[in-house]
């Protein structure tokens, strides 16, 4: 099983980005899917997730600015964000919950993608 995170790259502040997570492999099934982000000597953190019925939760920085969708058939995960300011600079990283074969369940991780907000 694979996460292929993409969308990252260097935006002014107020301006948008879509990140774009597909999970890949022998899947099962998947339930929680999300985005974390970890910046400069920080530690990673949440910033939204979303289960397999479609119920949402976002960190209070992400919330009235970001939304997290998936589209089950495809194995993917989306992150819009906007009106992206500073604060936001990280490393963005998809995780899923995911089960490879029935009865099993495990946590993958995507690979970073940086997003640099900057003037």
């Known amino acids: 099983v694979q996460l292929q995170a993409s969308g990252g790259g260097l935006v002014q502040p107020g301006e948008s980005l879509r990140l774009s997570c597909a999970a890949s492999?022998?899947?099962?099934?998947?339930?929680?899917m999300g985005w974390y982000r970890q910046a400069p000597g920080k530690q990673r953190e949440l910033v939204a997730q979303?289960?397999?019925?479609?119920?949402?939760t976002y960190a209070d920085s992400a919330k009235g600015r970001f939304t997290i969708s998936r589209h089950n058939a495809e194995n993917t995960v989306t992150l819009q964000m906007n009106r992206l300011n500073p604060d936001d600079t990280a490393e963005y990283f998809c995780?899923?919950?995911?089960?490879?074969?029935?009865?099993?369940?495990?946590?993958?991780w995507g690979q970073g993608t940086e997003v640099t907000v900057s003037s």
């Open positions: 979303i289960s397999r019925d479609g119920t949402t």
């Open positions: 492999g022998s899947i099962f099934s998947i339930g929680v």
């Open positions: 995780k899923g919950r995911i089960s490879p074969t029935w009865g099993t369940i495990y946590n993958y």
